[in-house]
Structures are given as structure tokens and as C-alpha cells.
């Protein structure tokens, strides 16, 4: 049970996650899976200061992260996975890396071509494609903001609207 | 710029939230970078009127920092994603310090002085007083910690004692909860002329609180029950 949590919010660390989620999983570190983030040390700074004071922040490439992967689900260490959004959660899975592991979407929000589908989560095209090629490559996928709400299967999200 | 961010969220909406009241209060940094270039400031007036988030009195900390990159003639795209990056922090931090710790504290210890004889204007004034002294602080603190610091500000909220002060809080905010919060019960019941030794009673338990031995919890117990006996006295009455 080393990586607790996979998921896609587009603001990355905040309340929901380090509070809600990192508090209820009892999480050691979060690893922020970015290829923008990963070389800019000032914006890892900024991120670092909105976890709690026991949590490690991690910044890493998508193949940083494909090398890693093993070694950290094999840990005694808890922690989350983040990505900003579907695509890099798909490029981490490819090949099956993340086959029959649970992605949560947490928080994709308003943007030009997406359309409402959850308060939290905004989808468009590309995204429904994405989302299709991340089931095949046997991820399971479902939507929940924060632990203690409803859970909403892929199936259901891409029937609603 | 300190005075424009009272006004923060004043265009307060679902979809920008902060956007325009960040817009408003960076507009005389903005004129000055974009001095006789009416076009790029309607563009820059724009971009920096789009989503952003932070707690209202944290804010003027990207506000500092964004007029430090502003006018070092940045490139929007990293003045974007600095914003970006300070929306969680200023939240969670700002949350931590003032909503959950700040705020009821002020608030007990000011009712907490009204039972200790305060008239009630008073102890009005010293909520309003310790509250906004916090409040003003953070706001005058974090546009000069921003200023100063520009892209290197998270580093700085990291170490910043803003980080560190709501957990050394806890403590106060339990024992004057511990001690006001019975006498609140009492006085709700039996009318508001507490007997002095009762009073004098929840401060010393409150300060018991200090020490987590016996003697903080045997205090602890004797001042919840005899607000909790209170309460029924004055029930039965």
C-alpha cells in the first residue's frame, strides 16, 4: 500500500488534498508527477509551502516516475500521486504500468471546449478520449473531490451530458 | 497597494473569485510598467483579472511578488505560473492562521474579559482591537515579504513563522475554550452576573491546561463539571 492515492487535480497540492486526503490516507509524501515543475526549483518552493510540516513534497519527470514507480509501491512510505492533468496521468501509464490501479479525478475545472460534467470536473473532447485510453490501458478510473463524498465511476461521468 | 487589497474581493465570483480585486490592486504597478502603452495595459489589466485565489488577507503577498517580477519586465507566462503556485499556500496558511486559530481565540478571550468585570464596549474593543492587530500585521508583513522576495517567496512562506505560529496557538485557543466556554453555559442559563470565584475558577483551569499532568486535567475536570453543575442549578431554578 505504498502509493495510496493516483490522482488528477489541476491545482496540484492544496487543501483538499493535503488536508482531506493526506490527513485521511495518513500520507508521508506527495509526488508531483510534471515535466514543467520538475527543473523549476522556485516553483517546488512554493508548492513545499502548502503541505502540512510531515509531509515530503516529490517533483518528478513522467520518466523519472515510470523509473521510480516500482520502488516506491514497494516502500513502507505512504504517499500520493498527482498529476495536473489526463494526458500525463496517460504517459505514466502506458505499457500498463498502472493496470488495475485506481486514478482519481479530483479537480479539472473550466476551460475553452470543456463542459460541465461535475462541480469539480470540466471535460472536453480530448479529454474523453484520453480518459477512454487510460481504461484501456487498464486504469480504473472515477471521480471523488474529497474522501467523504460520493464516488462517480468513469461510465457514469462519460454518460452524463 | 496595501490600502487596495482591503478591496481584494471585491469582485469576488465563481469563476475568477479573486480576479478583479487582484487586477484592481496591482493596477498603479501595472501603469508603471506599461507607462504610454495603453495596449499592453489593457492586455496586462486583463490577464491579471483572470482565476486567482488566496486567503483576502494573505493576498497582498502575491501581490508583492508579482509587482517585484512585474517590474523586473517578466514574461507573463512565469508571472502566471508564479500566481498559480501561490494559490495553495496563501490559502492553507491564511486558513490555519486566522479562521481556525485567530479568529475564535480573540473571540474567547474577549468574552472571557467580560466575565472577568470588562464592560461590554470594552471587551468589544479588545476583540476588535487584537483581531484587526493580526490582520493588518499579515497583510503590511506580506506585501513586504513578497516585494522583497519576488520568485523566491515560497523558500520564504516555508520558513516564515506564519507556517509555524497556528500550531503554538493551539494551546491558548484550548484553554480558553476550556475556561470560557462552561462560563458561556452558565451565564446562558443563570443570566450574566457570574460569581467571581467561579470565574476566578476557569482561568486557573485554563492555565492548569499548561501542564499535561494531574493537575492541568484534575483543574480541567473541576471547571467543566462545576460549569456543567452550574448548568443544571440553574435549569432547576
Known amino acids: ?161 | 497597494m496595501v490600502l487596495r487589497s482591503l478591496a481584494v474581493q471585491g469582485s469576488w465570483n465563481y469563476r475568477t473569485l479573486l480576479g478583479g480585486g487582484f487586477a484592481f490592486s496591482l493596477l498603479p504597478v501595472l501603469r508603471r510598467r506599461y507607462r504610454g502603452e495603453p495596449e499592453a495595459l489593457r492586455a496586462a489589466v486583463g490577464r491579471h483579472a483572470e482565476y486567482f485565489n488566496a486567503h483576502p488577507y494573505l493576498a497582498p503577498v502575491a501581490l508583492g511578488a508579482v509587482a517585484h517580477v512585474e517590474l523586473a519586465g517578466a514574461d507573463p507566462a512565469v508571472v502566471s505560473r508564479l500566481k498559480a503556485g501561490l494559490v495553495s499556500p496563501l490559502g492553507t496558511l491564511g486558513d490555519r492562521l486566522m479562521w481556525a486559530r485567530w479568529r475564535p481565540l480573540c473571540a474567547l478571550v474577549a468574552i472571557g474579559s467580560f466575565f472577568a468585570g470588562l464592560p461590554w464596549w470594552a471587551a468589544v474593543a479588545l476583540f476588535l482591537g487584537t483581531y484587526n492587530a493580526l490582520h493588518f500585521g499579515l497583510r503590511l508583513w506580506g506585501m513586504r515579504l513578497g516585494w522583497l522576495e519576488g520568485l523566491n517567496v515560497g523558500r520564504a512562506l516555508g520558513r516564515s513563522v506564519v507556517r509555524r505560529v497556528p500550531d503554538r496557538l493551539t494551546l491558548p485557543l484550548v484553554a480558553s475554550a476550556a475556561a470560557v466556554l462552561p462560563l458561556l453555559a452558565v451565564a446562558l442559563v443563570r443570566g450574566f452576573e457570574l460569581p467571581p470565584p467561579l470565574v476566578l475558577g476557569a482561568a486557573v483551569a485554563a492555565a492548569g491546561l499548561r501542564w499535561p499532568t494531574w493537575v492541568g486535567r484534575a483543574a480541567t475536570g473541576v471547571i467543566v463539571g462545576s460549569g456543567l453543575l452550574g448548568t443544571l442549578l440553574g435549569a432547576a431554578q
Open chain 1, 1 to 161: 500500500m505504498p502509493i495510496v492515492l493516483y490522482r488528477v487535480d489541476d491545482r496540484l497540492i492544496h487543501g483538499q488534498v493535503v488536508v482531506g486526503w493526506g490527513t485521511h490516507l495518513d500520507v508521508d509524501y506527495i509526488a508531483v508527477v510534471d515535466d514543467a515543475l520538475a527543473p523549476s526549483e522556485w516553483e517546488q518552493e512554493l508548492y513545499r509551502a502548502g503541505l502540512s510540516a510531515r509531509m515530503e513534497g516529490r517533483f518528478v519527470t513522467v520518466q523519472e516516475a515510470r523509473h521510480r514507480l516500482a520502488e516506491w509501491k514497494g516502500s513502507p512510505v505512504r504517499g500520493i500521486l498527482l498529476t495536473r492533468d489526463l494526458e500525463t496521468m496517460l504517459r505514466l501509464a502506458e505499457g500498463g504500468i498502472l493496470d488495475s490501479e485506481d486514478v482519481n479525478l479530483g479537480g479539472l475545472h473550466e476551460a475553452p471546449g470543456r463542459r460541465r460534467v461535475l462541480s469539480y470536473l470540466f471535460l472536453g473532447d480530448a479529454d474523453r478520449r484520453t480518459l477512454a485510453a487510460l481504461a484501456r490501458a487498464g486504469v480504473k478510473v472515477s471521480a471523488r473531490d474529497v474522501p467523504g463524498a460520493r464516488r462517480v465511476a468513469l461510465r457514469e461521468l462519460l454518460e452524463g451530458s
